[in-house]
């Protein structure tokens, strides 16, 4: 089955041939973090190592790094560090180019021993940028392929998994056609570090729009399964015998309840641009 998933949210991505969960690529990137790293630096042999192993490991100098982010996907240039010096003092109006010809690219940023403790944590939205606040708002969204006018949302937020433990900035999404509860279904919501946990989230993203295609709304097989309110009716019912009262506890929809307690109520603030309150408080 061939299956196109629609950006209705952000930058178009370029995916696998055989995998539309799979981003390989993407034209526009953003540059948050530009750097450079020397001999000195006392990590710096596990640094370079994937360079080494590649047959890139040609500047003992020491390298000057550009780290590119998508919505979906992360690139690291290697190249020298006059380069990357002279590019930073031509970049002060956003308009200098870079010949990448010079250096080497590698898919997604380093992680590991030296540079675990050499990159900041960074996040989508920026408030210094334009955004709501460090860490909370959209990035990106996808069309759901069976539910008309339905979308699945990627955003950062600050939660708490219980009540009384301090907010952390986290990152999941949204289905708007079935209202999935990602914060009490274990494994959809992860801590929000950087580009490979905003890549992480689109994946799921669209492995659920995936799994709709292939099987189905509602469908025992598909990850897209609406409830239908039955939850809520049980809720409700199971407070009108506790207080012997006749109206309802909740909204008796998913989508009322999403819209007012939910996920969709922090889409809803994030789209008009407001910090939402910390979800799960």
């Given at each position: 089955m061939s299956i196109t998933i629609t950006n209705t949210y952000g930058t178009a991505h370029k995916v696998s041939d055989t995998?539309?969960?799979?981003?390989?690529?993407c034209d526009n990137y953003?540059?948050?973090?530009?750097?450079?790293?020397?001999?000195?630096?006392?990590?710096?042999?596990?640094?370079?190592?994937?360079?080494?192993?590649?047959?890139?490991?040609?500047?003992p100098e020491g390298y000057g790094l550009i780290f590119?982010?998508?919505?979906?996907?992360?690139?690291?240039?290697?190249?020298?560090?006059?380069?990357?010096?002279?590019?930073?003092?031509?970049?002060?109006?956003?308009?200098?180019?870079l010949d990448t010809s010079q250096g080497v690219m590698y898919a997604k940023w380093p992680r590991g021993k030296g540079?675990?403790?050499?990159?900041?944590?960074?996040?989508?939205?920026?408030?210094?940028r334009g955004g709501i606040a460090d860490g909370v708002g959209l990035v990106t969204a996808f069309a759901h392929t069976e539910t008309p006018g339905a979308e699945v949302v990627v955003y950062e937020f600050e939660g708490k998994w219980l009540p009384d433990s301090e907010p952390q900035q986290l990152v999941t999404y949204?289905?708007?056609?079935?209202?999935?509860?990602?914060f009490h279904d274990c494994g959809h919501v992860q801590?929000?570090?950087?580009?490979?946990?905003?890549?992480?989230?689109?994946?799921q993203a669209r492995q659920h729009i995936i799994s709709a295609?292939?099987?189905?709304?509602?469908?025992?097989?598909?990850?897209?399964?609406?409830?239908?309110?039955e939850i809520l009716s049980l809720v409700n019912e199971a407070t009108?015998?506790?207080?012997?009262?006749?109206?309802?506890?909740?909204?008796?929809?998913?989508?009322?309840?999403?819209?007012?307690?939910?996920?969709c109520s922090i889409i809803r603030e994030l789209r008009a641009g407001s910090r939402s309150p910390v979800y799960r408080a």
């Open positions: 995998n539309p969960a799979h981003v390989t690529s953003r540059l948050p973090l530009v750097g450079t790293i020397t001999a000195d630096n006392p990590a710096y042999d596990d640094m370079v190592e994937m360079l080494r192993e590649n047959g890139h490991d040609t500047r590119l982010e998508s919505e979906e996907f992360s690139v690291t240039y290697f190249g020298s560090i006059e380069q990357i010096e002279t590019y930073q003092r031509e970049n002060i109006d956003g308009k200098a180019t540079w675990d403790d050499f990159l900041p944590r960074t996040f989508w939205n920026v408030k210094a949204h289905c708007t056609g079935c209202h999935l509860d990602t801590e929000n570090t950087g580009p490979s946990s905003r890549r992480w989230a689109a994946r295609a292939r099987h189905g709304v509602g469908d025992r097989d598909s990850a897209c399964r609406p409830n239908n309110g009108r015998q506790m207080w012997g009262t006749t109206g309802n506890a909740v909204p008796d929809t998913d989508d009322a309840y999403c819209a007012t307690k939910g996920p």
